[in-house]
Every structure is written in structure tokens, then in C-alpha cells.
């Protein structure tokens, strides 16, 4: 077993490399004057099982092509089996037709990865959970509700200490009175999970989407007077949806709102719009490395994901359950 990195999310795989107890790979990736990826592996990989870990976030185009280079360079090197390790799968909010004359891309992007020498996927919070079924090798999809879910008892005391600085979470009225919200209808199965999880009610947004990136809240289903509301979802982009939707909490009478979004995009003036916004916290996975905006914000927060990805790795190259990590 091998773990490679790519250059998206250095300290994730630094983290992972450290939970396996293994060194990462030696490789190289580089660029030449105008800008071509070059890529080379330092080390012998024939036979070996590789996992490349390699998020294609921002700018997307050149992490995507990063990881194909790079898968192409260990199957041509003779890897036995190459598991594309990506945190945060780009390109996954264009899974179907959304008018005439439009493309799949996530379906396009499964082709080329396969084509490029991705034996195996292993992925977390797929936006869409149909993008597994584009794919013709194994995909294994992880949640980070589990994550979601240790890190708020944690907080409110309901469990053993936290391994790692956390802000207490103190509910007006007790932990009886957290409620999870979904910003969307279509979101309302990972939110029904963690509510179920915690033992706590659920409300839901309904909002209509004018265009893309513009969203208007509509309704809160539900009664949140009162409330202390976790809104809970896969991705944050703009920001303006999740700032949105905690405005028409606040609105409709609840206490506080936080968040818990696994992918932090955060494109554009979003660390700004949300450090401006209702939200007391949001809370995100380090599928996506820290900007140093990130940093600074006063109420965004990462935790780590590395546990839960090494433990997946490991149970891939084992041959053991991966489903076992979902309880």
C-alpha cells in the first residue's frame, strides 16, 4: 500500500499519511514555463495498491488534470490497483441535464478518470448520490455525518472530550431544544440522518431558485421559534443560500443558527457574506484546504476528516467492510 499526493490538500494527506502510519510517496508535480502539469513518481509502485489523494477543488480544471496525470503515471508504472482518493468531487452539481443542450460533466469527468487509470474511487458527501451509478469501477461514498455528530455532542458535553479545540455548545433549554434544518428539499435525507442520529426534530426550507448562484427563501417547515437550528448540508459555494436560510430562521423566531456543511467552496465574497450573516458557527470538513480568508474568519471552523478517510483506505486495501465506518 502506497498514498500519493497531488498538490489540492497537502495537509489532509499529511494527516491521513500519519493516521496509516506511512510515509507519502516521493513524487514530483510540477509545471513547466507555460503552465503544463509534469509529473513523476520517485519511487517503485510496480504491483503496489496506490491511493492518490486528490480533491478537485478551486482551480478545478487544473487539480482534475493534476489527478489524471497523475493517475496516468502510476498505471503506466505498473500499479496493481489505483484508488483515486478525492475529498471533494468537483464538478458533481452538473449530474444531469438542467435545460436543452447541456452536458453531464460529472458523468464526462467519471469517464475520464476511469480512462485515465482510476481503478477505484473513494469519495466523500456526493452531492448527488445517482453520480456513483456513472462511474463502471467501484465507488465508495463516506458521510460526514458521523463527524457531524461526534463533533455537536462533544460540544454540548454529551460525550467523552473532543481530541481536538472545539467551542462549547451551550443550548438555552438543553439539548432537547437543538433542531436540525435542511436549506433545501433536496437535502432533507442527509439532514433526516443526522437529526435521527442526535435524537432531535427537523425543519426544513423551502426556497425557490431563480438562477443559479440566486436563491429566495420561500417557507420554513416547521416550528423553530425558539430553537437553537443546525443547518446541515454538502456544499457552500456563494454562501448566499446558507446566509439566506439563517436569516429566515432568525426571522421566524429561532434562538441561534450555526451550520454544518462538509464541502467549504466558499467562492468569491462568501467568507465575508457569511462573517456578516446570522450565523453563530460554520462548521466544515477539511475536504477542501483552509484559505487564509478561512483562517481569520471569526466563525468558520474546519474539522478533520483524516480518521475517517485513513480508516476507509485501509479497509479498501484489506478487503474489509468500508459500510461498518457509516455507524
Not at 502506497?2 to 510540477?30: F, Q, W
Not at 498505471?75 to 436543452?100: C, E, H, L, N, W
Not at 435542511?182 to 435521527?196: H, N, T
Given at each position: 500500500m502506497k498514498i500519493v499526493a497531488c498538490n489540492s490538500n497537502l495537509p489532509l494527506a499529511e494527516?491521513?499519511?500519519?493516521?496509516?502510519?506511512m510515509p507519502l510517496c516521493d513524487v514530483t508535480v510540477r509545471?513547466?514555463?507555460?503552465?503544463?502539469?509534469?509529473?513523476?513518481?520517485h519511487e517503485n509502485v510496480r504491483g503496489e495498491d496506490v491511493f492518490v489523494i486528490?480533491?478537485?477543488?478551486?482551480?478545478?480544471?487544473?487539480?482534475?488534470?493534476?489527478?489524471?496525470?497523475?493517475?496516468?503515471?502510476?498505471?503506466?508504472?505498473?500499479a496493481r490497483r489505483i484508488t483515486a482518493v478525492m475529498p471533494y468531487f468537483g464538478y458533481a452539481r452538473q449530474d444531469r441535464k438542467s435545460g436543452p443542450r447541456t452536458p453531464i460533466s460529472a458523468k464526462l469527468v467519471a469517464n475520464i478518470l476511469v480512462e485515465a487509470g482510476a481503478n477505484r474511487i473513494l469519495t466523500m458527501d456526493l452531492h448527488a448520490m445517482q453520480i456513483q451509478g456513472f462511474f463502471d469501477v467501484p465507488v465508495d461514498n463516506l458521510y460526514a455525518a458521523p463527524l457531524f455528530t461526534r463533533d455537536i455532542k462533544g460540544r454540548m458535553g454529551l460525550e467523552a472530550p473532543l481530541p481536538y479545540e472545539a467551542p462549547e455548545l451551550n443550548i438555552p433549554g438543553g439539548p432537547h431544544n437543538l433542531m436540525i434544518v435542511s436549506p433545501d428539499v433536496g437535502?432533507?435525507?442527509r439532514a433526516r440522518q443526522l437529526a435521527q442520529r442526535l435524537n432531535?426534530?427537523?425543519?426544513?426550507?423551502?426556497?425557490?431558485?431563480?438562477?443559479?448562484?440566486?436563491?429566495?427563501v420561500m417557507n420554513v417547515i416547521g416550528d423553530v421559534r425558539g430553537r437553537y437550528c443546525v443547518l446541515v448540508d454538502d456544499i457552500v459555494d456563494s454562501g448566499g443560500s446558507l446566509c439566506n436560510a439563517a436569516e429566515?430562521?432568525?426571522?421566524?423566531?429561532?434562538?441561534?443558527?450555526?451550520?454544518y456543511v462538509t464541502h467549504g467552496v466558499l467562492t468569491g465574497g462568501a467568507v465575508s457574506r457569511i462573517g456578516q450573516s446570522p450565523?453563530?458557527?460554520?462548521?466544515?470538513?477539511?475536504?477542501?484546504?483552509?484559505?487564509?480568508d478561512v483562517r481569520q474568519s471569526h466563525n468558520i471552523r474546519q474539522i478533520s476528516t483524516a480518521n475517517l478517510l485513513s480508516r476507509a483506505m485501509r479497509a479498501v486495501s484489506d478487503e474489509s467492510s468500508v459500510s461498518s465506518l457509516f455507524d
Amino acid at each position: 500500500m502506497k498514498i500519493v499526493a497531488c498538490n489540492s490538500n497537502l495537509p489532509l494527506a499529511e494527516k491521513v499519511a500519519v493516521e496509516l502510519g506511512m510515509p507519502l510517496c516521493d513524487v514530483t508535480v510540477r509545471r513547466f514555463a507555460d503552465m503544463e502539469i509534469f509529473v513523476e513518481i520517485h519511487e517503485n509502485v510496480r504491483g503496489e495498491d496506490v491511493f492518490v489523494i486528490q480533491s478537485t477543488c478551486s482551480p478545478t480544471n487544473d487539480k482534475l488534470m493534476e489527478l489524471l496525470i497523475m493517475l496516468d503515471a502510476l498505471r503506466r508504472g505498473s500499479a496493481r490497483r489505483i484508488t483515486a482518493v478525492m475529498p471533494y468531487f468537483g464538478y458533481a452539481r452538473q449530474d444531469r441535464k438542467s435545460g436543452p443542450r447541456t452536458p453531464i460533466s460529472a458523468k464526462l469527468v467519471a469517464n475520464i478518470l476511469v480512462e485515465a487509470g482510476a481503478n477505484r474511487i473513494l469519495t466523500m458527501d456526493l452531492h448527488a448520490m445517482q453520480i456513483q451509478g456513472f462511474f463502471d469501477v467501484p465507488v465508495d461514498n463516506l458521510y460526514a455525518a458521523p463527524l457531524f455528530t461526534r463533533d455537536i455532542k462533544g460540544r454540548m458535553g454529551l460525550e467523552a472530550p473532543l481530541p481536538y479545540e472545539a467551542p462549547e455548545l451551550n443550548i438555552p433549554g438543553g439539548p432537547h431544544n437543538l433542531m436540525i434544518v435542511s436549506p433545501d428539499v433536496g437535502g432533507v435525507v442527509r439532514a433526516r440522518q443526522l437529526a435521527q442520529r442526535l435524537n432531535v426534530d427537523l425543519a426544513i426550507i423551502d426556497k425557490r431558485r431563480e438562477r443559479a448562484g440566486v436563491s429566495e427563501v420561500m417557507n420554513v417547515i416547521g416550528d423553530v421559534r425558539g430553537r437553537y437550528c443546525v443547518l446541515v448540508d454538502d456544499i457552500v459555494d456563494s454562501g448566499g443560500s446558507l446566509c439566506n436560510a439563517a436569516e429566515a430562521l432568525m426571522r421566524h423566531g429561532a434562538a441561534a443558527v450555526e451550520a454544518y456543511v462538509t464541502h467549504g467552496v466558499l467562492t468569491g465574497g462568501a467568507v465575508s457574506r457569511i462573517g456578516q450573516s446570522p450565523l453563530q458557527m460554520l462548521t466544515l470538513t477539511d475536504s477542501i484546504a483552509k484559505t487564509e480568508d478561512v483562517r481569520q474568519s471569526h466563525n468558520i471552523r474546519q474539522i478533520s476528516t483524516a480518521n475517517l478517510l485513513s480508516r476507509a483506505m485501509r479497509a479498501v486495501s484489506d478487503e474489509s467492510s468500508v459500510s461498518s465506518l457509516f455507524d
